[in-house]
C-alpha cells in the first residue's frame, strides 16, 4: 500500500470533513495531476470510493429522519438510466484511449469549475430563490425538473465522478428552498450511493478500478473525514471556501492546459 496514497486521502478526507465538498472534485483532479493516474482510472476508482463513504453516510441520514425519498426517487429515475447510458458511452468509444482520456480530462475540469460557482454561489442563489416564490417550480414542472437534475448529474458523475456533492446540493437547494441544510445533505447523499454505485460498477466492467488504490484512499480519508468534521467549527468558513474555491479554480486550468 503506498503511503502517499494513504496521505493524500486523509488530505481529501480532511477537507471534505471541514467544508462539506464532494471528494470527487478533489479526488479526481489530485490523482490525476500529481500522481498521473489515468483520467478514466482515477474517476472509477473514486466512483468506487464514493459509493462506500456515501453508504454510510446515508446510514446515518436515515436514522436523523433527515432523508426525502419522495425526491430521491425523482433524482434516481433520471440519474440511474443516464449513468448506463454514459458507461455504454465510455464502453463503445474505449475509456482508456487517448483521445477519450482527454475528454474525461476535459468533463473534470468542467465539472470542477461548476463545483465552484456552487460552492461560492449557493447563498446568494438561495436568498434569491427564497424573495421571488412566484419563480419557485410546484407539481408536475418540480418534478420533471428533479428528474431532468438527475439525469444531468448521472452523466456528470459516469464520466467525471464529481456532480454528486456540491452541485446536487446546490440543485436542491434551487429546486426545495425549504429544506433545511441537514436535509439537503441527507437527501443528496442518499440519491448518490446508487448513483456512484451504478457509475462504479460500469467503471468495473470497464476495467477502471485500481482496487489497491482505493484501499490506500479508504484508509487515509476515513479518518479524515472524522477529524475534519470536528475541526470545522474552529475554521472561518468563508476564508476556508474561498481558498478552497481559488485551488479548484486552478486545478480545473491545469487539467485544461495539460
Given at each position: 500500500?503506498?503511503?502517499s496514497?494513504?496521505?493524500?486521502?486523509?488530505?481529501?478526507g480532511?477537507?471534505?470533513?471541514?467544508?462539506?465538498?464532494?471528494?470527487?472534485?478533489?479526488?479526481?483532479?489530485?490523482?490525476?495531476?500529481?500522481?498521473?493516474v489515468?483520467?478514466?482510472?482515477?474517476?472509477?476508482?473514486d466512483?468506487?470510493?464514493?459509493?462506500?463513504?456515501?453508504?454510510?453516510?446515508?446510514?446515518?441520514?436515515r436514522?436523523?429522519?433527515t432523508?426525502?425519498?419522495?425526491?430521491?426517487?425523482?433524482l434516481?429515475?433520471?440519474?440511474?438510466?443516464?449513468?448506463?447510458?454514459?458507461?455504454?458511452?465510455?464502453?463503445?468509444?474505449?475509456?482508456?484511449?487517448?483521445?477519450?482520456?482527454q475528454?474525461?480530462?476535459?468533463?473534470?475540469?468542467?465539472?470542477?469549475?461548476?463545483?465552484?460557482?456552487?460552492?461560492?454561489?449557493?447563498?446568494?442563489?438561495?436568498?434569491?430563490?427564497?424573495?421571488h416564490?412566484?419563480?419557485?417550480?410546484?407539481?408536475?414542472?418540480?418534478?420533471?425538473?428533479?428528474?431532468?437534475?438527475?439525469?444531468?448529474?448521472?452523466?456528470?458523475?459516469?464520466?467525471?465522478?464529481?456532480?454528486?456533492?456540491a452541485?446536487?446540493?446546490?440543485?436542491l437547494?434551487?429546486?426545495?428552498?425549504r429544506?433545511?441544510?441537514?436535509?439537503?445533505?441527507?437527501?443528496?447523499?442518499?440519491?448518490?450511493?446508487?448513483?456512484?454505485?451504478?457509475?462504479?460498477?460500469?467503471?468495473?466492467?470497464?476495467?477502471?478500478?485500481?482496487?489497491?488504490?482505493?484501499?490506500?484512499?479508504?484508509?487515509?480519508?476515513?479518518?479524515?473525514i472524522?477529524?475534519?468534521?470536528?475541526?470545522?467549527?474552529?475554521?472561518?468558513?468563508k476564508?476556508?471556501?474561498?481558498?478552497?474555491?481559488?485551488?479548484?479554480?486552478?486545478?480545473a486550468?491545469?487539467?485544461?492546459?495539460?
Amino acid at each position: 500500500m503506498d503511503a502517499s496514497f494513504v496521505v493524500s486521502g486523509f488530505a481529501v478526507g480532511l477537507l471534505v470533513g471541514m467544508t462539506g465538498v464532494g471528494g470527487g472534485s478533489l479526488m479526481t483532479p489530485l490523482l490525476t495531476l500529481l500522481f498521473g493516474v489515468s483520467p478514466a482510472v482515477a474517476v472509477g476508482t473514486d466512483l468506487a470510493f464514493a459509493s462506500i463513504t456515501k453508504g454510510v453516510g446515508t446510514v446515518t441520514h436515515r436514522l436523523r429522519g433527515t432523508v426525502h425519498w419522495d425526491i430521491v426517487r425523482r433524482l434516481c429515475i433520471g440519474a440511474l438510466p443516464a449513468a448506463v447510458l454514459a458507461s455504454f458511452w465510455l464502453k463503445h468509444f474505449g475509456t482508456l484511449s487517448q483521445d477519450i482520456g482527454q475528454i474525461i480530462r476535459y468533463m473534470i475540469a468542467g465539472s470542477v469549475l461548476l463545483t465552484v460557482v456552487a460552492l461560492l454561489f449557493k447563498r446568494k442563489m438561495l436568498a434569491w430563490i427564497t424573495a421571488h416564490p412566484e419563480r419557485q417550480l410546484q407539481g408536475k414542472s418540480l418534478a420533471t425538473a428533479t428528474i431532468v437534475s438527475g439525469a444531468v448529474l448521472g452523466v456528470l458523475v459516469t464520466i467525471s465522478s464529481i456532480g454528486a456533492g456540491a452541485i446536487g446540493a446546490t440543485l436542491l437547494v434551487m429546486l426545495y428552498p425549504r429544506l433545511t441544510p441537514a436535509e439537503v445533505a441527507g437527501t443528496d447523499i442518499a440519491y448518490a450511493v446508487p448513483l456512484t454505485a451504478i457509475a462504479a460498477v460500469g467503471h468495473w466492467w470497464l476495467g477502471s478500478i485500481d482496487w489497491n488504490l482505493l484501499l490506500a484512499l479508504l484508509v487515509g480519508s476515513l479518518p479524515g473525514i472524522t477529524l475534519g468534521a470536528y475541526v470545522a467549527r474552529a475554521v472561518p468558513e468563508k476564508l476556508l471556501r474561498g481558498l478552497l474555491a481559488l485551488t479548484l479554480v486552478t486545478v480545473a486550468f491545469k487539467l485544461i492546459k495539460s
